[in-house]
């Protein structure tokens, strides 16, 4: 069963820009789809962005299109997240997510997350 380990959440002012980072324990990480998903308080868990297991394919949830960029690195078993013209809306604990069973854009159809990593916007 692969672990997933988020880092790079922060404060930051809107406008400014976030790398996030998932590491994955081993290897099975370059033989799944991956996707970042993100929580706000009091709302439910949304999809933001997606990445096939080759790196070819990606989605983005329409509120963050141009501005999110995900991609992956299988030689370092790592996932990414570039977030740029952060918002305050974007504030929120953000989750990678592996191994989607069917439909990508539901949180409920991946089978391994990781623990989260806090982002959050002041404006």
């Known amino acids: 069963q692969v672990q997933l380990v988020e880092s790079g959440g922060g404060l930051v002012q809107a406008g400014g820009s976030l790398r996030l980072s998932c590491a994955a324990s081993?290897?099975?990480?370059?033989?799944?789809?991956m996707a970042w998903f993100r929580q706000a308080p009091g709302k439910e868990r949304e999809f933001v962005a997606f990445?096939?297991?080759?790196?070819?394919?990606?989605y983005y949830a329409d509120s963050v299109k141009g501005r999110f960029t995900i991609s992956r690195d299988n030689a370092k078993n790592t996932l990414y997240l570039q977030m740029t013209s952060l918002k305050p809306e974007d504030t929120a604990v953000y989750y990678c997510?592996?191994?989607?069973?069917?439909?990508?854009?539901?949180?409920?159809?991946?089978?391994?997350w990781g623990q989260g990593t806090q982002v959050t916007v002041s404006s």
């Open positions: 997510a592996a191994n989607p069973t069917v439909g990508f854009y539901y949180a409920s159809s991946y089978r391994y």
């Open positions: 081993d290897r099975t990480f370059n033989n799944y789809d």
């Open positions: 990445i096939n297991w080759v790196g070819r394919g990606t």
